[in-house]
């Protein structure tokens, strides 16, 4: 130690060196080998240097209600302890309030469960693990209440290659009931029986004619049309 200034007395106690005095500096390097104690505070006159030498880094000059992390790893955390993240950026996916977003320009959204873990959204659940190829196309979005799915299946009432079809049988057996505002179309003669025939809407007979002899009760409101 090249200089060393003290306005109060010294205590040397083994390995102990106490300094009581009102400014001690030093113009060089202050080395002890024991305990240093400090009843006042230290300044330095590079403070950056001195933090360095320290291992604080630059998060000692942060406060602590404004933190900036800029690099390292986050592990074993709960976020929102204290109060709400307003702003949660992952990669390139952005929650803010109710909205998930993607922040790069027309990114997508991929959802994809592990496995053959399904979807979940709200009181949906939708089969994700299911094939999609060309053997899919034109299939549509349908629910299961056995499995609780909704996943793809082939429309109903549809041919093949484009083409489209209404087929029944020529012996209609159960009770007819066409609610006003509702078309119903049948082709070839068509024998109405068993039920009871409530018809409130349009009932269209293409090719033939409809039968109503075996129906139990026949009440026409609607409009009847036989082509």
Known sequence: MSLLKVNELQVFNGSTITLTATTVATSSVFNTGGQLNVTGAITVTDASTTRTNLGLGTIATQAADSVNIDGGAIDGVTIRTNSAVTDLRV?????DANTIS???TDGNITLDPNGTGNVSI???SFDADQTVGA?????????????GLISLEA???GGGSGSSYIEHSSTVSDSLAISAGTNRMYVGRTDFSSGGVTMAGTLIVVGGYANFTSASALN???TLNVI
Do not use: E
């Open 91 to 95: 990669d390139i996916l952005k929650l």
């Open 102 to 104: 993607s922040t790069n």
């Open 122 to 124: 709200g009181n949906f």
């Open 135 to 147: 053997g899919q196309d034109n299939y549509v979005l349908t629910y299961d209440n056995s499995s």
């Open 155 to 157: 429309s109903a009432g």
């Open 220 to 222: 026409i409101t609607g």
